[in-house]
């Protein structure tokens, strides 16, 4: 009789497959609707309407305040980008549900080495969205508060340290908690579009004249340079391209819905404020934004002057949460294939991938203490990896429209072409002009990261070949196990390798009943492991448990309780890749040893290391 008479059971030999049991409070809704998608990873994009046209006034402003106007003819070209993006995006989207944006698009589309490139640019671009956006809200809040201006790094870390505990908590919760603080913010902004329109003249003006010294005429390259200024708006509307596996069933639908939000709202504000900046005449002035003279422009000065540019500090603090979201799913994309460590695919049970959410937060405070956290420190090297990602993503969908060829294919190519031209003019014209102020940064770091990748990649193919990995390995050693009442022998394994046989040898030699367990993330790949079983025959039981939520210490933890209630003696035999230079070990999830502490701290059986030394 088995152990298990709750579960299926064929003979001693066949793989066996169950379902993991939900715990309350999990399953698809922990996972984001489109209005909470849109509130966790859309924030940064909507709030660059604070700097974004702020960015093409500064460019203008040297050519005299009649070039000031020009802002309005500029920001149109980058509101028809911003749809042009969108709808790429759209279609990014229902390509590659599984997330990663540009570099899920280039792995399929350009090849290796042209995807290492767009993770590279991404992740330089979403740790830079954090830093940024918490500079700019602390900048902002000292503005309303000059008491704090001498302590900018210290807001911005405090911001920082909030914003990685929410998120260690559950992307999904954060998503509640951004859900009011955005909605607050595109109202305030709309207002003051709707209510400075209304008006026939500013309501109050805020801010000292600004002396700007007039340098050059308004030619093409001075309108080049303030175009990819103001493309800093763009910064933030692959987000959701690269988060899709975090919305709800339907994943597609809830994510395409999401994106075109994104690109209706932050397009109608983009144009709002330009027309009020072109026919106000609304300068540069010293100690306060662009934004804010708009708002004092529309409301005046009293409360709801103070009001709306307080929810635009926090909506603006808060934007770095897009990258929270982001980026530790595209650091989980890159474990999965090999370029990181395998430790960042790992999730837990909310589901929050907690190492990605970790590095995001170091990394960003790293940069914000380098910088003192300064916003104009952090422009030059913003926008950068963006356009890189936008350019890879576009070529790599026109790419997909010529190999493919589906209906309506010429007007989607042409579409996306015209995005890769306008993309990567921008990110040539950007890297040009601001590479003496930061943005050679860039250049050093995204080939660096590139080199990381390889090499990891090179060092996970090089273990591969030595665990056998898409080899069948011989048959286990020892003994049969028999089954008994005395004795229970359990292993988990993850893949038929030499590793797994070497277990399967110790096991036996313990004697009693022997079975290994795996868990898998899908069906497909449970009935991939238990193919690859029976081909191997080992003469051991093999069950498999499914389990969506990407976790493996809670499915073994409650098969193990359950073998333990049934009264046997249960040994766990947990096999561990022990490389041989203590640098590499890194690159090894450790799981095992975090599965034998909690096997250890919640139940009563034996747990059992088992090394598997590598020779590199």
Known sequence: MSSLPRWKRRDSRTPVARRLQLRHGEGDRRHLTSLQGLAALSLDALSSVAYGPE?????????????????????????????????????????????????????????????????AALIVDYVLTVAVSLAAGAASLASAFPVLAPYLTETCLVGLALLTAVNLYGISDSARVLMLPTALFVVCVVGVVILGLARSQSAAVVGAPMAVPVTETLGVLLVLKAFSSGCSSLTGIEAIANGVPMFREPRTGRARRAELILGLLLGSMLLGLALLIRRDHVQPREGVTILSQLVAGSYGTGWA??????????????????????????????????????????????????????????????????????????????????????TISQVGMVERWWRLR???????????????????????????????????????????????????????????????????????????????????????????????????????????????????????????????????????????????????????LEYVRAADATGRRVIVLIPLIEPRHFRYRILHNQRGLFMALVLREHLDVVVALLPFRLRM
């Open 305 to 390: 002057y103070y009001a709306t540019n307080i929810v635009v500090t926090l909506g603006l603090a808060l934007a770095a949460n897009t990258s929270f979201g982001g980026l530790p799913v595209l650091l989980s994309l890159l474990a999965r294939d090999n370029r990181l460590p395998h430790l960042f695919a790992l999730r837990t049970e909310r589901p929050v991938y907690r190492y990605g959410v970790a590095v995001v937060g170091v990394l960003a405070a790293v940069l914000l203490i380098a910088v003192g956290g300064l916003t104009h420190k952090l422009i030059p090297m913003f926008a950068i990896g963006v356009f890189i990602g936008f």
């Open 55 to 119: 960015e093409i006034a500064l460019v203008l402003a040297g050519a005299g305040a009649l070039a000031v106007g020009a802002t309005l003819p500029i920001t149109l070209v980058i509101v028809g980008l911003l749809m042009v993006l969108v709808f790429s995006y759209r279609q990014v989207i229902a390509a590659h549900p599984q997330g990663g944006g540009s570099y899920g698009v280039a792995k399929e589309n350009l090849g290796e080495r042209v995807s290492m490139l767009a993770a």
């Open 406 to 556: 589906p209906p309506r294919w010429l007007g989607n190519a042409v579409l996306n072409g015209i995005g890769a031209i306008l993309t990567c003019v921008a990110a040539l014209v950007l890297l040009v002009s601001k590479f003496r102020e930061g943005a050679w940064v860039v250049v050093i770091v995204v080939p660096l990261l590139m080199l990381l990748f390889a090499r990891i990649q090179r060092y996970y193919t090089e273990v591969g070949a030595e665990l056998g990995t898409g080899r069948t390995p011989a048959k286990p050693s020892g003994p049969a196990g028999t089954a008994g009442p005395e004795k229970l022998v359990i292993i988990p394994v993850a893949a038929v390798t030499a590793m797994t046989e070497r277990a399967l040898s110790a096991a036996l030699a313990l004697g009693g009943e022997v079975v290994a367990v795996t868990v898998c993330f899908d069906s497909a790949g449970a009935d991939r492991m238990r193919e690859q079983w029976a081909r191997w025959d080992p003469g051991v039981r093999l069950e498999t448990i499914v389990n969506p939520h990407r976790t493996v210490v809670h499915p073994v």
